[in-house]
T-cell receptor, first 113, second 114 residues
Framework: QKEVEQNSGPLSVPEGAIASLNCTYS??????FFWYRQYSGKSPELIMS????GDKEDGRFTAQLNKASQYVSLLIRDSQPSDSATYLC?????????????FGSGTRLSIRP | DTGVSQDPRHKITKRGQNVTFRCDPI?????LYWYRQTLGQGPEFLTY????????KSRLLSDRFSAERPKGSFSTLEIQRTEQGDSAMYLC????????????FGPGTRLLVL
């Protein structure tokens, strides 16, 4: 079982709709959760971090965390063509505040006009 | 506030040659991470420094790989006797202690081993 699992996609969403990206993780001790966006050929760019159960909103983005279900999601409202990218879910690997983060393989998102 | 920088951005080398990459973290960040990313995969952790101390190394980091951060500022990653399987994007990230562990990535060094 992979430590961080994501559907590889591609996920195709019409412009203006809500894109929903999901991620599950295996380490129950994980405390920090991140969503990165990566355009082709570029490095990952942080979109959101979340540390406690519930929702966290930042502009058009909402991260949701459910530690009991070991599940993290990212919602993108009013999807724009510029949102087309690969979205990487990342989870810190343990109790240490300086632990490495483990990435999923990413979900490719395509926003169609 | 300058971000994480990496040099070179691209490197083409022949199998068996040694290569060295440099990473300059965000200035106030004391933690520095190296990752490797291949096509279609997420970044894979290689190693991590807190100040000048190398605190963790992945099993992915074979004896041909070595990383240093001699003064707790910039870091170098050296690959000796490169193999075609080393072709990848090498990413550096940095974070600050107490900064919620948020890691900020540099632009990466893309390595192609012929």
């Amino acid at each position: 079982q992979k430590e961080v699992e994501q559907n590889s996609g591609p996920l195709s969403v019409p412009e203006g709709a809500i894109a929903s990206l999901n991620c599950t993780y295996s380490d129950r001790g994980s405390q920090s959760f991140f969503w990165y966006r990566q355009y082709s050929g570029k490095s990952p760019e942080l979109i959101m971090s979340i540390y406690s159960n519930g929702d966290k909103e930042d502009g058009r983005f909402t991260a949701q965390l459910n530690k009991a279900s070991q599940y993290v999601s990212l919602l993108i409202r009013d999807s724009q063509p510029s949102d087309s990218a690969t979205y990487l879910c990342a989870v810190n690997s343990g109790y240490s505040s300086a632990s490495k983060i483990i990435f999923g393989s990413g979900t490719r998102l395509s926003i169609r006009p | 506030d300058t971000g994480v920088s990496q040099d070179p951005r691209h490197k083409i080398t022949k199998r068996g040659q040694n290569v060295t990459f440099r990473c300059d973290p965000i200035s106030e960040h004391n933690r520095l991470y190296w990752y490797r990313q291949t096509l279609g995969q997420g970044p894979e952790f290689l190693t991590y420094f807190q100040n000048e101390a190398q605190l963790e190394k992945s099993r992915l980091l074979s004896d041909r790989f070595s990383a240093e951060r001699p003064k707790g500022s910039f870091s170098t990653l050296e690959i000796q006797r490169t193999e075609q399987g080393d072709s990848a994007m090498y990413l550096c990230a940095s974070s600050s202690q107490g900064g919620g562990e948020t890691q900020y990535f540099g632009p990466g060094t893309r390595l192609l081993v012929l």
